[in-house]
């Protein structure tokens, strides 16, 4: 069933749903008002111990499936039937907020309250699921729990995924007794939804509540290695070849790829290590992460292919070797137009004003959405200010998403 209007009545605790975004920023908060959970640490563990505790006293299954991903079940009536999902990631960034990520597994667990408090139950069983390791901030790539569920990774792959000193996410799970036994994917979802941050200036800008997102911006990852020779700091300058100065001039080249291409390029120079990192010896090497963004599929291949030109440009220039690799990448992804119709219907059912938007970042929904019917929420960011301590969303916008996110997953759940 489609229909928005029954039960539209049922409205969302906005009160309980930012009292529990507020608990659940204790765990890891930072001194300016954010939040530190890398993926599959203590503090990770323990948000998702918060959400666990606050799902028994409800009654809720839980369980993990072996890549860590975590499910809160309130069953419907009609257990055979395939399931419709809603969630997100607790896991944040090292300067994370308060609502990226968080926002989609709370508002998921007040839509469960909620249709608890009125004694209404689903014909379909209702899962909230968070998702492991979504941000990628210790274990690059990123959304390694949901693309493990949709079957791009296998789950050796994905275990195998490592952080910097080497531990690798198997490992982490199990040290955190984080590792389930359930299979990982592989199963029919009716729907899935993720409300979520906007983490972009365009609602706020335009003043609307809440945005339907009807699919992605077309985004490719590259590892940049800048190979130049270790020296003392006595050599003259004209006869080093120096991977720092490679690094500059490759990062100013980075950005004159997305600042070409109008209001919709990107182009992103984030993470850099450089070798041997020390006073007085000429740095060897640097590998660093870029990538490219647009709206526009053809935009985003012409610059990629710009991107190499101008990589290859400043490495004659400098007279260093640069190498340019893919490493990770996604869309263009549309949504289902189904879900994104009902979401559009129900925002307007229940006086949300909203815009179709597209996602210039990458979310877990983008990995499901080739498995199952998906589509996305998002509500404004303050500023637009996102991965920052100060990353804010209202009280009314929260409430504004999750009230959207209840009733459209009531019209696929199907009222009792
Ligand atoms: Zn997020």
């Known amino acids: 069933m489609t229909?928005?209007?029954?039960?539209?009545?049922?409205?969302?605790?906005g009160e309980r749903l930012w009292d529990s975004l507020m608990r659940m920023a204790e765990i890891g908060a930072l001194p300016g008002g954010g939040c530190r959970r890398l993926g599959l640490t203590p503090e990770d563990s323990a948000g998702r111990a918060l959400l666990v505790g606050w799902a028994r006293e409800n009654g809720?299954?839980?369980?993990?499936?072996?890549?860590?991903?975590?499910?809160?079940?309130?069953?419907?009536t009609r257990p055979e039937l395939a399931p419709?999902?809603?969630?997100?990631?607790?896991?944040?960034?090292?300067?994370?907020?308060?609502?990226?990520?968080?926002?989609?597994?709370?508002g998921g667990l007040e839509v469960l309250r909620t249709l608890d408090d009125a004694g209404i139950a689903t014909e379909r069983t209702l899962e909230l699921v968070v998702w492991t390791n979504e941000e990628g901030a210790?274990?690059?790539?990123?959304?390694?729990?949901?693309?493990?569920?949709?079957?791009?990774?296998?789950?050796?792959?994905?275990?195998?995924?490592?952080?910097?000193?080497?531990?690798?996410?198997?490992?982490?799970?199990?040290?955190?007794?984080?590792?389930?036994?359930?299979?990982?994917?592989?199963?029919?979802?009716?729907?899935?939804?993720?409300?979520?941050?906007?983490?972009?200036?365009?609602?706020?800008?335009a003043g609307i509540p809440v945005?339907?997102?009807?699919?992605?911006?077309?985004?490719?990852?590259?590892?940049?290695?800048?190979?130049g020779e270790a020296s003392h700091l006595a050599q003259p300058l004209t006869d080093r070849r120096d991977a720092l100065v490679g690094m500059a001039e490759a990062i100013l080249a980075i950005r004159r790829v997305g600042a070409a291409h109008g209001e919709q390029g990107?182009?992103?120079?984030?993470?850099?290590?450089?070798?041997p990192n020390v006073r007085g010896t000429v740095a060897e090497t640097v590998q660093m992460s870029c990538d490219v963004r647009h709206a526009d599929p053809e935009v985003a291949r012409a610059m990629a292919a710009d991107l190499h030109a101008s990589i290859e440009d400043a490495s004659r220039r400098t007279g260093i070797a640069m190498t340019l690799d893919?490493?990770?990448?996604?869309?263009?992804?549309?949504?289902?137009?189904?879900?994104?119709?009902?979401?559009?219907?129900?925002?307007?059912?229940?006086?949300?004003?909203?815009?179709?938007?597209?996602?210039?970042?990458?979310?877990?929904?983008?990995a499901l959405a080739p498995i199952a019917p998906t589509a996305m929420i998002f509500v404004p960011s303050a500023a637009g200010l996102s991965h920052?301590?100060?990353?804010?969303?209202?009280?009314?916008?929260?409430?504004?998403?999750?009230?959207?996110?209840?009733?459209?997953?009531?019209a696929k759940a199907g009222r009792d």
């Open 388 to 410: 920052n301590e100060r990353e804010y969303t209202d009280p009314a916008a929260c409430a504004a998403g999750t009230d959207v996110l209840l009733h459209a997953v009531l």
């Open 266 to 275: 990107r182009s992103n120079a984030s993470w850099v290590k450089v070798f």
């Open 211 to 227: 945005g339907i997102v009807t699919g992605t911006y077309t985004v490719r990852y590259f590892n940049l290695t800048i190979a």
């Open 84 to 106: 419709v999902m809603m969630g997100s990631h607790l896991d944040t960034v090292v300067t994370g907020g308060r609502f990226d990520g968080v926002l989609g597994v709370l």
């Open 138 to 205: 210790r274990f690059a790539p990123g959304n390694a729990g949901a693309f493990a569920f949709a079957g791009k990774y296998t789950l050796e792959q994905a275990l195998a995924h490592a952080d910097a000193d080497g531990t690798r996410i198997g490992d982490a799970l199990e040290a955190l007794h984080e590792l389930g036994l359930e299979p990982v994917g592989g199963r029919p979802i009716e729907a899935c939804f993720e409300l979520h941050v906007e983490q972009g200036p365009y609602l706020e800008r």
């Open 326 to 366: 893919p490493f990770h990448q996604f869309g263009p992804v549309h949504f289902d137009a189904g879900l994104v119709d009902l979401l559009r219907r129900t925002a307007r059912s229940r006086g949300h004003r909203c815009q179709d938007i597209l996602t210039v970042a990458g979310h877990d929904a983008i």
């Open 60 to 76: 809720y299954g839980v369980a993990r499936d072996r890549i860590g991903n975590l499910f809160i079940r309130r069953p419907g």
């Open 3 to 13: 229909e928005t209007d029954r039960g539209s009545n049922l409205a969302i605790n």
